[in-house]
């Protein structure tokens, strides 16, 4: 069982930036590739990026390569996403994920293809 609990949004202005950490428990973290996915009202939940289990390995969609990015610390259980140059069609929840089955990267990109997720928190870009 792993539980996930994602921190750090909030309200900022266009072309600004945001981290956002997903603070995993168990001891089974370095295991996991982590993804993060968001949503915002109307829309179906959207994959925004991946990171393998070793960290090696990022993976993102394409409205958001150049300006987010996705690292881990395992040592402290926690994923990052890094957001900068925001734009108003960022706003959504964003969630992260943990996926414990080894898998192409492509599969990734699919919600329910995660076992476990955070509750999520809320990012709004706006002036």
């Known amino acids: 069982q792993v539980q996930l609990v994602e921190s750090g949004g909030g309200l900022v202005q266009p072309g600004g930036s945001l981290r956002l950490s997903c603070a995993a428990s168990g001891r089974t973290f370095s295991g996991y590739a982590m993804g993060w996915f968001r949503q915002a009202p109307g829309n179906e939940r959207e994959f925004v990026g991946v990171?393998?289990?070793?960290?090696?390995?990022?993976y993102y969609a394409d409205s958001v390569k150049g300006r987010f990015t996705i690292s881990r610390d395992n040592a402290k259980n926690t994923v990052y996403l890094q957001m900068n140059s925001l734009r108003p069609e960022d706003t959504a929840i964003y969630y992260c994920?943990?996926?414990?089955?080894?898998?192409?990267?492509?599969?990734?990109?699919?919600?329910?293809?995660?076992?476990?997720w955070g509750q999520g928190t809320q990012v709004t870009v706006s002036s």
């Open positions: 994920a943990a996926d414990r089955t080894l898998r192409a990267t492509v599969a990734r990109r699919d919600a329910r293809n995660y076992d476990y």
């Open positions: 990171i393998t289990s070793s960290g090696g390995t990022t």
